[in-house]
T-cell receptor, first 116, second 115 residues
Framework: GAGVSQSPSNKVTEKGKDVELRCDPI?????LYWYRQSLGQGLEFLIY????????KSGLPSDRFSAERTGGSVSTLTIQRTQQEDSAVYLC??????????????FGPGTRLTVL | AQSVAQPEDQVNVAEGNPLTVKCTYS??????LFWYVQYPNRGLQFLLK??????LVKGSYGFEAEFNKSQTSFHLKKPSALVSDSALYFC?????????????FGTGTQLKVEL
């Protein structure tokens, strides 16, 4: 079946512009996650949606970052007034969310964001 | 707060030799532990996870990992490395209690398998 898809695959923007990154999770997966992968810094958790519960936003680095998940499916990560330090690969993952903590997360290919 | 350490940025091994990629964690109690692999320009792929039971976990592509509670380690191993195993490997932890499903990842270890 189809995996997690993300769009665009690459995004180049100018400092100060807003960007939107999209994630389509695997059908039926109730949990959705956003991570950021910066060079030499591994994966950094950003935000986590679980069904209809309030999202866990504890990883968002600043109030310029926000995300929403519409209809329990597609998610959009928005970065306002982009800065050069926002340049990274943004990864989305989804999971079935059965027993808490045990989920296997399935990752999309990522969106490479470059802020000039 | 939980953390994961991958002490080696890069591991080099000859094809056919055994490989080990190290991971240690700092979490109270009994966490859930995961290994993922990332090939160039690709997303992460799940390899294996430890939830409970047997400390030796077998996963995809011939990889295995051993949960060692006393050493707080979860090293990834393979008896005979292949050139195609060359990739970036990430260890991750979920604290089991109160962590929801989010994972804390290590910084990754680049594995290079040479002929």
């Amino acid at each position: 079946g189809a995996g997690v898809s993300q769009s665009p695959s690459n995004k180049v923007t100018e400092k100060g512009k807003d960007v939107e990154l999209r994630c389509d999770p695997i059908s039926g997966h109730t949990a959705l996650y956003w991570y950021r992968q910066s060079l030499g810094q591994g994966l950094e958790f950003l935000i986590y949606f679980q069904g209809n519960s309030a999202p866990d936003k504890s990883g968002l680095p600043s109030d310029r970052f926000s995300a929403e998940r519409t209809g329990g499916s597609v998610s959009t990560l928005t970065i306002q007034r982009t800065q050069q330090e926002d340049s990274a690969v943004y990864l989305c993952a989804s999971s079935l969310s059965r027993l808490e903590g045990t989920d296997t997360q399935y990752f999309g290919p990522g969106t490479r964001l470059t802020v000039l | 707060a939980q953390s994961v350490a991958q002490p080696e940025d890069q591991v080099n091994v000859a094809e056919g030799n055994p490989l080990t990629v190290k991971c240690t964690y700092s979490v109270s109690g009994n966490p859930y532990l995961f290994w993922y692999v990332q090939y160039p320009n690709r997303g992460l792929q799940f390899l294996l996870k430890y939830i409970t039971g047997d400390n030796l976990v077998k996963g995809s592509y011939g990889f295995e990992a051993e949960f060692n509670k006393s050493q707080t380690s979860f090293h990834l191993k393979k008896p005979s490395a292949l050139v195609s195993d060359s990739a970036l490997y990430f260890c991750a932890v979920n604290p089991r209690r109160g962590g929801g499903n989010k994972l804390t990842f290590g910084t990754g270890t680049q594995l290079k398998v040479e002929l």
